[in-house]
């Protein structure tokens, strides 16, 4: 069955960077999109980034332009999303979710990985 | 960037009872773009509606989505109390993709 497994909850200092992993299992991963949704606690959803799995270069919300890396590793089905110059704004929920490529929407989320900015 | 506004912000409804939910486009969205997803406390967003009308695979068919345009609904015919939940509207038609605020649907 498809699955999207994340990386344990985190907690950095102001200033930091976080890397979040998001590992799909159950389908072929080069074949579809792979984005991050985060969710400030007691707040909607928004959308981060989309990357391809394949290959080329990942796009980024504007707000998040030059504060995020997207990387992915292909031999273990694995996505990286890496936020730097944390924020305590930046403490979040933040998910990965597969785009279905018929649908056009978000079929398979990761559960989540919580991130915490504190001093 | 298209932003998309649900409506209302709260709704309190009982068992039974048919719940409308509204999401209202800046600018027009092709339903081919505009998906719905249920979010309960603790947990990820599920797809319930994709192209506006469509359901996800094991939705049942008390769930439904219709619209065009700027106009989206989500309509649940008779609640059942799984159904207490926050509901968000999406689309993908461009870039950055947005989602509405949400409308949580509580127990009356």
């Known amino acids: 069955q498809v699955q999207l497994v994340q990386s344990g909850a985190e907690v950095k200092k102001p200033g930091a960077s976080v890397k979040v992993s998001c590992k799909a299992s159950g389908y072929t991963f080069t074949r579809y999109y792979i984005h991050w949704v985060r969710q400030v606690p007691g707040q909607g959803l928004e959308w981060m980034s989309i990357?391809?799995?394949?290959?080329?270069?990942?796009s980024f919300a504007q707000k998040f332009q030059g504060r995020v890396t997207m990387t992915r590793d292909t031999s273990t089905s694995t996505v990286y999303m890496e936020l730097s110059s944390l924020k305590s704004d930046d403490t979040a929920m933040y998910y990965c979710?597969?785009?279905?490529?018929?649908?056009?929407?978000?079929?398979?989320w990761g559960q989540g990985t919580l991130v915490t900015v504190s001093s | 960037e298209i932003v998309l506004t649900q409506s209302p912000g709260t709704l309190s409804l009982s068992p039974g009872e048919r719940a409308t939910l509204s999401c209202r486009a800046s600018q027009s969205v092709s339903s081919t773009y505009l998906a719905w997803y249920q979010q309960k406390p603790g947990r990820a967003p599920r797809l319930l509606i994709y192209?506006?009308?469509s359901r996800a695979t094991g939705i049942p068919d008390r769930f439904s989505g219709s619209g065009s345009g700027t106009d989206f609904t989500l309509t649940i015919s008779r609640l059942e109390p799984e159904d207490f939940a926050v509901y968000y509207c999406?689309?993908?038609?461009?870039?950055?993709?947005?989602f509405g605020g949400g409308t949580k649907v509580e127990i009356k």
């Open positions: 999406q689309q993908c038609a461009t870039s950055p993709l947005t």
């Open positions: 192209g506006a009308s």
């Open positions: 990357i391809n799995p394949s290959g080329g270069s990942p």
């Open positions: 979710a597969r785009l279905q490529e018929t649908w056009l929407a978000f079929d398979y």
